[in-house]
Structure formats: structure tokens, C-alpha cells
């Protein structure tokens, strides 16, 4: 099984808060790293954060670690993604993707093009 279900999106207000969730079959979780990304309407996709759960190790993209947070929850084989202080620029669809070819970690962990496996996405919406 290989199976990446996005969930927790939705529409809130300026500055609120959501918690994202990606839950992921095991095999996924146990081997490989999974990382978050947003699309905006006319933007390219945007790499966040991403975290290996077997070690705990990941990456953060420097303009997202002020208000963007990923963390592993081992018994749900989930991984969260924690926005605080939502802005209507974080508007977007958010996805999760998973990758074993090394790069979460590196430089090259927010290019999706080295994440094989996809969720559909949930959307966020943040009001004015």
C-alpha cells in the first residue's frame, strides 16, 4: 500500500491556527521521508518543511520556520504540519510528498521533483 491522505485544512481567520495532518501507510512512514508543499493560484509549487520519521531528521525552509512547524505522530503514522499566525498569503492548497532518495536534509529538499509519492491536497484558506 502506498497512500498519502492529506486532512485538517479549511477556512479560517486571520491569525488563527491549523494543524495539518498527513497520514501515511507504513511503508511510507517507516522508509521514507515526507515532506509539505503549497500551491497558490499562480504560483509554483512551494516546498515547507520535511522530516524523515525513522530518525526525526528534516529541514526547514528559512522563510517558513517562524510560523511553520512539522512533527511525527509514530502510532498514527502521521505527519502534522502546525501553521500559527495564518495570513491570507498562506492561502493555498497544501500537500505532503514522500521521497527516498535522500534529499530531506540537504539543500535540495524543497524541490518537488525528488518526491515520488503525492497526496490530492487540502485546501487553506485564510479571510481577511
Known amino acids: 500500500e502506498v497512500q498519502l491522505v492529506e486532512s485538517g485544512g ?5 491569525g488563527g491556527s491549523l494543524r495539518l495532518s498527513c497520514a501515511a501507510s507504513e511503508a511510507i512512514f ?7 508543499f503549497r500551491q ?3 504560483k509554483e509549487r512551494e ?3 520535511c522530516i524523515r520519521p525513522s530518525t526525526g531528521n528534516g ?3 528559512e522563510s517558513m520556520k517562524d510560523r511553520f512547524t512539522i ?3 509514530n502510532a498514527k503514522k502521521t505527519v502534522h504540519l502546525q501553521i500559527d499566525g495564518l495570513k491570507p498569503e498562506d492561502t493555498a492548497v497544501y500537500y505532503c510528498a514522500a521521497e527516498n532518495r535522500g534529499v530531506c536534509g540537504t539543500i535540495l529538499a524543497p524541490d518537488a521533483r525528488f518526491y515520488e509519492y503525492w497526496g490530492q491536497g487540502t485546501q487553506v484558506t485564510v479571510s481577511s
Do not use: E, N
Not at 517507516?30 to 509539505?36: H, K, L, N, V
Open 47 to 49: 516546498g515547507i518543511s
Open 30 to 36: 517507516d522508509d521514507y521521508a515526507i515532506g509539505w
Open 40 to 42: 497558490a493560484p499562480g
Open 71 to 73: 512533527s511525527t505522530d
Open 10 to 14: 479549511g477556512l479560517v481567520h486571520t
Open 59 to 61: 529541514y526547514r525552509v
